[in-house]
């Protein structure tokens, strides 16, 4: 009797075998189904991936919205160019609320730089099983280096906007795509957005964010739209630096953005000969303009030494100081327009933090600022560094003292307590201490009535000193510079012989 169980057993056993087999080879999905089902759906943040060339073939892929989210699935586009096509800007986003994310690229022709960007809408054909490419729009974009591009709720309805804006020559230029969900489902894949805004000016161009409730932040109901604010030249006045705004809000009805106001914005009255001449320059010409420390001038009138802007062109950093918070920022492109100079700036220590400036001439001693936060990160609707600012030379120099330049980079090698430290004509050191060797940047240049000297380290840290030269040898003094001016460290001096040239 048991012999016969036993046999049963061991039938049962080899029939429940053969029926997995028959079933992982015949549904291999049904599995993965049942898995899926129960597995909550991960929420991917948006991210964005930007191609920066660097002067060769390499190609180098920077992950703007942090290396905890990044997936090894979204470092390149999801779809081939055209071989006349360049990849500018990759942005990852769920449009649809589905399992597949989408992408929108940025891209322009290789044959013509100054054709302008355009945007492409990458989305999964379920039939097909694979990304396709359904839909390409013009933008009025063409320094790529200016290129930002990013989404925006910018009607309240949870309905995303892609935001694509940049400089166009001397105008800023912004153009916004609505997500159509109905119309593209029922257009089988065609015309996925409805462009509601399409504005470029020789001022800047903001979105001005208002205050959303919490029932919109709930989801419980819709927010406030935003309004875009456009600055440009008032053509009807003499004063060069005369302004206007104007002001575009949404049409439900025209599913568009429409001029519904304008303001206009009096500038100061000065020379006007010396202002062309600063903004005849270009780029170049305005970067040397407002090379130098910048105080906060209050609405009062008062200049705020509690908060200011290090403009250096010549190290490619941008500076922000308030309440005792230092923010360096690497300058990494610039272009002219009417009124002053467009900066794209990226902080050195988080990555992910990226600022633009609109900074336009106000006065021969003063500019207006505008910083553009990136809209991923940025909390709150105010920046705080909007406004007006004072040069620092306008507010503490003395003008009987005379302006003395000194050369940024030496090729000397001086000897001392600290080692032996080698100024290279590249702007390098090399400092040298027991066999230990530290590398960085070095830069001397002019402050007030003293000259100074920077060390940047390798690891980014940085210090800095006031310069001495006794007999002809180097004495350093550290100094931190500060809102309330130069701060004596009270360090031993290092006082470093030349080593003379054989």
């Known amino acids: 009797m048991s012999i016969k169980i036993s046999k049963l057993i061991t039938i049962i056993c080899f029939f429940a075998a053969a029926a997995v087999i028959v079933s ?44 905890d989210i990044v997936y090894n699935d979204s470092i390149n586009a999801k779809i081939f160019l055209e071989d006349w096509e360049i990849l500018a800007v990759v942005l ?17 022709y290789l ?50 906007c892609v935001i694509v804006s940049g400089m166009n020559g001397g105008e800023h230029t912004l ?20 462009k509601i805004a399409e504005i470029q000016i020789d001022g800047a161009i903001t979105i001005q964010r208002v205050e959303r409730t919490q029932a919109y932040q709930l989801g419980l109901s819709n927010g406030k739209d935003f309004r875009i604010a456009a600055y440009g030249r008032d053509v009807e006045s003499p004063n060069v630096l005369d302004q206007v705004e104007i002001i575009y809000t949404y049409n439900a009805e025209k599913n568009e953005y429409e001029q519904s106001g304008m303001i206009r914005i009096p500038g100061k009255q000065v020379e006007e000969r010396r202002v062309r001449e600063i903004l ?22 008062a200049i705020d030494s509690r908060q200011y802007i290090y403009f250096d062109p010549h190290n490619k950093e941008v500076i922000f100081y308030t309440d005792e ?6 300058w990494q492109n610039s272009g002219a327009t009417r009124y002053g100079l467009y900066i794209s700036t990226q ?53 009987s003292t005379p302006v003395r330049t000194v050369p940024a980079y030496i090729n000397a090698v001086y000897n001392g307590i600290i080692g032996r430290i080698h100024f290279s004509t590249d702007g390098m050191y090399e400092l040298t201490l027991g066999g230990v060797v530290q590398k960085g940047r070095y830069s001397f240049y002019t402050l007030n009535e003293f000259e100074a000297l920077e060390l940047r380290h390798e690891d980014n840290s940085r210090e800095t000193y006031a310069v001495s030269y006794p007999d002809g040898n180097l004495s350093l003094r550290r100094i931190r510079i500060g809102a309330n001016g130069v701060q004596d460290l009270h360090e031993p001096v290092i006082l470093l012989s030349r080593e003379e040239s054989s």
């Open 325 to 330: 918070t230092q923010q360096v920022f690497t």
């Open 280 to 301: 005849s320059g270009g780029a170049r010409g305005f970067e040397a303009f407002i090379t130098g420390l910048w105080y906060f001038v209050r609405p009062d009138g």
């Open 347 to 399: 902080n050195i220590s988080v990555q992910t933090l990226r600022r633009s400036l609109d900074i336009a001439l106000e006065s021969l001693e003063s500019i207006r600022v505008k910083v553009f936060e990136d809209v991923r990160l940025k909390i709150g609707n105010d920046t705080g560094w909007d406004g007006s600012y004072r040069k620092a030379a306008t507010v503490i120099a003395d003008p």
């Open 175 to 194: 153009t916004a795509f609505r997500w159509n969900q109905e119309a593209y489902a029922a257009a089988a894949m065609s015309a996925p957005f409805n």
């Open 111 to 160: 044959t013509d730089s100054d054709e302008g960007i355009y945007i492409a809408y990458v989305d999964f054909d379920e039939t097909e099983d694979v990304y396709k490419r359904v839909w390409d729009a013009k933008t009025l974009v063409t320094g790529t280096g200016t290129l930002e591009l990013y989404t925006l709720d910018m009607i309240g309805d949870r309905v995303p």
């Open 24 to 67: 992982l080879v015949f549904f291999p999905n049904t599995l993965r189904l049942a898995q899926e089902v129960e597995k909550p759906k991960e929420i991917r943040q948006t991210r964005v991936i930007e191609r920066r060339e660097t002067g060769s073939d390499e190609e180098i892929y920077n992950d703007a919205a942090g290396a």
């Open 92 to 108: 990852n986003e769920n449009f649809d609320a589905d399992v597949q994310e989408e992408q929108i690229l940025a891209y322009r």
